[in-house]
């Protein structure tokens, strides 16, 4: 009978322990769901996208923007890179509903087995959590912060689709050398457009969400191959490439391309006159952030020999009027 009532206490405090738990994370709920901001507006993602001028020949004359961004549809992003990113964030990501539940009790583990050492305490966020902090919240570290995010995200990932969530991200996170989204990031490190780059291409994008100051491949060369070995290792464990793809993957050496110079033409007052135009018809946010193509109407051949000659017709109205000394 003993044995009767130890089962039957245990079995009611672990009935309490449970309401207990339940409870509060309702009352966690209830209180940070005051005065979240509106994820619907999620459903329309207009980025910020540079504003390029165009001589008449087609060749650019100036551009204007805070973020360059090529924007890229989910659609048109190749599977080797969406895998990429999957391997080294979120590999759970088409299966959680918004937050990995078993990934934050493993963290949870992992912080309280190294609690007092040093380490940095590890996040578990999603995707998804990671487009509700940047598209919604702040880089603020804080225990409100990861239940907000928490929150949103599963609101998020009911709203909308894994492929909207995932088009969200790729275009709009920073990634080192000034580029955001993947598209501008594969031009900027190695001059290719994403559909041309390699599995080790691929994955060195995948490495920068982590920190793309940390594994700036120029100051941090090593460490930048390191943190892109170890995500082509992710994408090997989970199936995305074979065995062999990752030893050939990690065998590819990291080169990082300079940028092919931009054909400008030089027409800086002219390009003046045109931003003030611009800012003055749409607004100095349309001008920094709409994408606009402005094609204008001065002929860059012309332009050199008019520039050419007035700058000749100077020098001799000089050498036959000016002071000599």
């Known amino acids: 009978m003993r044995w009767l009532r130890v089962v039957a206490v245990t079995v009611a405090l672990a009935v309490l322990v449970c309401l207990a738990a339940g409870a509060a994370v309702v009352y966690l709920f209830w209180h940070y769901d005051r005065g979240l901001p509106d994820y619907r507006r999620l459903a329309v993602y207009q980025p910020p996208v540079a504003t390029r001028v165009y001589a008449a020949d087609g060749r650019m004359i100036a551009e204007y923007a805070t973020e360059r961004r090529l924007f890229v549809p989910i659609s048109a992003i190749p599977p080797r890179v969406i895998d990429a990113f999957l391997a080294a964030a979120d590999k759970n990501f088409y299966s959680h509903p918004g937050v990995d539940i078993p990934g934050v009790i493993r963290a949870i583990g992992f912080d309280l087995a190294h609690f007092g050492?040093?380490?940095?305490?590890?996040?578990?966020?999603?995707?998804?959590?990671?487009?509700?902090?940047?598209?919604?919240?702040?880089?603020?570290?804080?225990?409100?912060?990861?239940?907000?995010?928490?929150?949103?995200?599963?609101?998020?990932?009911?709203?909308?689709?894994?492929?909207?969530?995932?088009?969200?991200?790729?275009?709009?996170?920073?990634?080192?050398?000034?580029?955001?989204?993947?598209?501008?990031?594969?031009?900027?490190?190695?001059?290719?457009?994403?559909?041309?780059?390699?599995?080790?291409?691929?994955?060195?994008?995948?490495?920068?969400?982590?920190?793309?100051?940390?594994?700036?491949?120029?100051?941090?060369?090593?460490?930048?191959?390191?943190?892109?070995?170890?995500?082509?290792?992710?994408m090997a464990d989970d199936g995305f490439i074979t065995k062999a793809q990752a030893a050939a993957a990690k065998a590819?050496?990291?080169?990082?391309?300079?940028?092919?110079?931009?054909?400008?033409?030089?027409?800086?007052?002219?390009?003046?006159?045109?931003?003030?135009?611009?800012?003055?018809?749409?607004?100095?946010?349309?001008?920094?952030?709409?994408?606009?193509?402005?094609?204008?109407?001065?002929?860059?051949?012309?332009?050199?020999?008019?520039?050419?000659?007035f700058r000749d017709g100077l020098m001799r109205y000089d050498r036959r009027h000016g002071w000599r000394g």
């Open 117 to 234: 050492t040093g380490r940095r305490p590890e996040g578990a966020s999603t995707i998804t959590q990671q487009v509700a902090k940047v598209f919604l919240l702040n880089n603020q570290v804080s225990f409100s912060r990861k239940v907000r995010e928490a929150i949103l995200a599963f609101r998020i990932d009911h709203a909308f689709t894994k492929q909207h969530i995932l088009e969200l991200y790729l275009n709009e996170i920073y990634l080192g050398f000034g580029a955001y989204g993947v598209a501008e990031a594969a031009v900027r490190y190695f001059n290719r457009s994403l559909d041309q780059l390699s599995i080790a291409q691929a994955a060195f994008l995948g490495a920068l969400p982590k920190g793309p100051n940390n594994y700036n491949p120029i100051r941090f060369h090593q460490r930048a191959k390191d943190r892109r070995d170890w995500v082509i290792d992710r």
């Open 252 to 309: 590819e050496p990291l080169v990082i391309s300079k940028p092919h110079d931009v054909d400008f033409v030089k027409a800086t007052w002219f390009a003046a006159e045109v931003r003030r135009e611009l800012i003055a018809r749409y607004g100095e946010r349309k001008v920094y952030e709409g994408g606009l193509q402005v094609h204008t109407s001065i002929n860059p051949r012309l332009q050199r020999i008019a520039t050419e000659t």
